[in-house]
């Protein structure tokens, strides 16, 4: 069984720093890209920042220049280090990976649990 956690979510003041951290666990046999998508009240779902195999990396407009997105391999984790954040930037923010579980022979998409981030003096 596949998991997803994430970690690193609160309260901070515009202008301020987060770091997200996501763990991949379970029977994995390759990770093919991991990914952060956010989605606030009211609103769809959407990429906020993607790190596929090779390390390219492709981000959303509104978080270019403030917000990057790293992966540890060896630990199956990826990172969002959220700089300059904007009261629009608060959302539950979500950790996806596509990635190929153990005893299957094909890839899967998956989920963390969400968690939040609110930007609020």
């Known amino acids: 069984q596949v998991q997803l956690v994430e970690s690193g979510g609160g309260l901070v003041q515009p202008g301020g720093s987060l770091r997200l951290s996501c763990a991949a666990s379970?029977?994995?046999?390759?990770?093919?890209?991991m990914g952060w998508y956010r989605q606030a009240p009211g609103k769809q779902r959407g990429l906020v920042a993607r790190?596929?195999?090779?390390?390219?990396?492709n981000y959303a407009d509104s978080v270019k220049g403030r917000f990057t997105i790293s992966r540890d391999n060896a630990k199956n984790t990826v990172y969002l280090q959220m700089n300059s954040l904007k009261p629009e930037d608060t959302a539950v923010y979500y950790c996806?990976?596509?990635?190929?579980?153990?005893?299957?022979?094909?890839?899967?998409?998956?989920w963390g649990q969400g968690t939040q981030v609110t930007v609020s003096s």
């Open positions: 790190i596929i195999n090779g390390g390219n990396t």
């Open positions: 996806n990976a596509n990635l190929r579980p153990g005893g299957t022979g094909y890839d899967g998409n998956y």
């Open positions: 379970g029977s994995i046999v390759s990770i093919n890209a």
